[in-house]
T-cell receptor, first 110, second 117 residues
Framework: DQQVKQNSPSLSVQEGRISILNCDYT??????FLWYKKYPAEGPTFLIS?????DKNEDGRFTVFLNKSAKHLSLHIVPSQPGDSAVYFC?????????FGKGTRLHILP | ETGVTQTPRHLVMGMTNKKSLKCEQH?????MYWYKQSAKKPLELMFV???????ENNSVPSRFSPECPNSSHLFLHLHTLQPEDSALYLC????????????????FGSGTQLSVL
């Protein structure tokens, strides 16, 4: 049973618009949530994280929102750029464990 | 060279072969990890080494055998694999084996794409 779910395998967004990637989780005990980005033929790289005691964290064009009551988090990218085309992995952490989702492939259209 | 380096990038092996995957990190980190990414599945943690000691074996079959001779190097020895073991094997490192792990960034290598025939 998946504890971290990314229900959209892929997403296409026009360049300059907002990209919203969604993630749901089942375990209310997770204390950190993270997003990793992966280009083809490369390993995932850390993008942004949020502690469970917060509901928003912003870093430049990237903002992560956490809704604990809905067990849902989202990553907003605005404005979207061609270099944002990649696979985005949502992850949740508790103690020394990190659970990853399956990933969402984001295509930024010209 | 900086970061986490994995070799080889691609590997094709038969079910009776023995091969090894190598990972090296140049970041001065003390924790290293092996992850497996199968098609259409989440990243799965296989092994964790903290300060060269194995602290996690996530129910991985014995045909996968890790080795960590020092905090900079990590190996995954493979023998008598099955076709379903074909996947991308990713090595990662983090600064220290702190908890909560989510407060640490994982630094990943580019992975070894393994095909078992």
């Amino acid at each position: 049973d998946q504890q971290v779910k990314q229900n959209s395998p892929s997403l296409s967004v026009q360049e300059g618009r907002i990209s919203i990637l969604n993630c749901d989780y089942t375990n209310s005990m997770f204390d950190y949530f993270l997003w990793y980005k992966k280009y083809p033929a490369e390993g995932p790289t850390f993008l942004i994280s949020i502690s469970s005691i917060k509901d928003k964290n912003e870093d430049g064009r990237f903002t992560v929102f956490l809704n604990k009551s809905a067990k849902h988090l989202s990553l907003h990218i605005v404005p979207s750029q061609p270099g944002d085309s990649a696979v985005y992995f949502c992850a949740a952490s508790k103690d020394d464990k990190i659970i990853f989702g399956k990933g969402t492939r984001l295509h930024i259209l010209p | 060279e900086t970061g986490v380096t994995q070799t080889p990038r691609h590997l094709v092996m038969g079910m009776t072969n023995k091969k090894s995957l190598k990972c090296e990190q140049h970041l001065g980190h003390n924790a290293m990890y092996w992850y497996k990414q199968s098609a259409k599945k989440p990243l799965e943690l296989m092994f964790v080494y903290n300060f060269k000691e194995q602290t996690e074996n996530n129910s991985v079959p014995s045909r996968f055998s890790p080795e960590c001779p020092n905090s900079s190097h990590l190996f995954l020895h493979l023998h008598t694999l099955q076709p379903e073991d074909s996947a991308l094997y990713l090595c990662a490192s983090s600064r220290s084996p702190q908890t909560p792990l989510g407060s640490e960034k994982l630094f990943f290598g580019s992975g070894t794409q393994l095909s078992v025939l």
